[in-house]
T-cell receptor, first 112, second 113 residues
Framework: SQQGEEDPQALSIQEGENATMNCSYKTSINNLQWYRQNSGRGLVHLILIRSNEREKHSGRLRVTLDTSKKSSSLLITASRAADTASYFCATDAGGATNKLIFGTGTLLAVQP | EADIYQTPRYLVIGTGKKITLECSQTMGHDKMYWYQQDPGMELHLIHYSYGVNSTEKGDLSSESTVSRIRTEHFPLTLESARPSHTSQYLC????????????FGPGTRLTVL
């Protein structure tokens, strides 16, 4: 069974609005990461939050982590058409391998 | 922008052909990974490597094989392609000891007819 599940599966908003995506996972983690994927391209790392952190900011991105609920959220503020992409959360499996388990992804469409 | 490259970007090939998907990185990363991703779906790890001469199978069973003869190079081979192998293949690498961030190549979209 997959480690990360995200909701919503798809989200359509207007430019300037905020977008919130949620990720739930099943096992304990060392950290949780969010990646972005433009259509047909590779993934780009956005932000990493460690298990002992509750909130982290990077530009227009805000990530929260609730280890008691095994969930995380990604907030994109003041969205732009260029933010249109799929967003994936990924949790590490621990150990020396740096193996990541990816969620199902949220497809965000920002309408101009 | 990550220094990790994949070729070809697109490949359409007939059933039974042998194919090799190339992945190379210039960041000196020890760890490298291959993921398979169907359109609109999550990524599944199919192979990974800790370093030269180290390869391991990932969480998703795959008929492909990999090799790691040089640090910068991690090719994936399918001996006999089948339509069920049609997918996007993403290569990634990560640095040791520091963050757990993975850097991804642009991917190879494989179609087997």
């Amino acid at each position: 069974s997959q480690q990360g599940e995200e909701d919503p599966q798809a989200l359509s908003i207007q430019e300037g609005e905020n977008a919130t995506m949620n990720c739930s996972y099943k096992t304990s983690i060392n950290n949780l990461q969010w990646y972005r994927q433009n259509s047909g391209r590779g993934l780009v790392h956005l932000i990493l939050i460690r298990s002992n952190e509750r909130e982290k900011h990077s530009g227009r991105l805000r990530v929260t982590l609730d280890t008691s609920k095994k969930s995380s959220s990604l907030l994109i503020t003041a969205s732009r058409a260029a933010d249109t992409a799929s967003y994936f959360c990924a949790t590490d499996a621990g150990g020396a391998t740096n193996k990541l388990i990816f969620g199902t992804g949220t497809l965000l469409a920002v309408q101009p | 922008e990550a220094d990790i490259y994949q070729t070809p970007r697109y490949l359409v090939i007939g059933t039974g052909k042998k194919i090799t998907l190339e992945c190379s990185q210039t960041m000196g990363h020890d760890k490298m990974y291959w993921y398979q991703q169907d359109p609109g779906m999550e990524l599944h790890l199919i192979h990974y490597s800790y370093g030269v001469n180290s390869t391991e199978k990932g969480d998703l069973s795959s008929e492909s094989t990999v090799s790691r003869i040089r640090t910068e190079h991690f090719p994936l081979t399918l001996e006999s392609a089948r339509p069920s192998h049609t997918s996007q293949y993403l290569c990634a690498s990560s640095a040791p000891f520091f963050t757990d961030t993975q850097y991804f190549g642009p991917g190879t979209r494989l179609t087997v007819l």
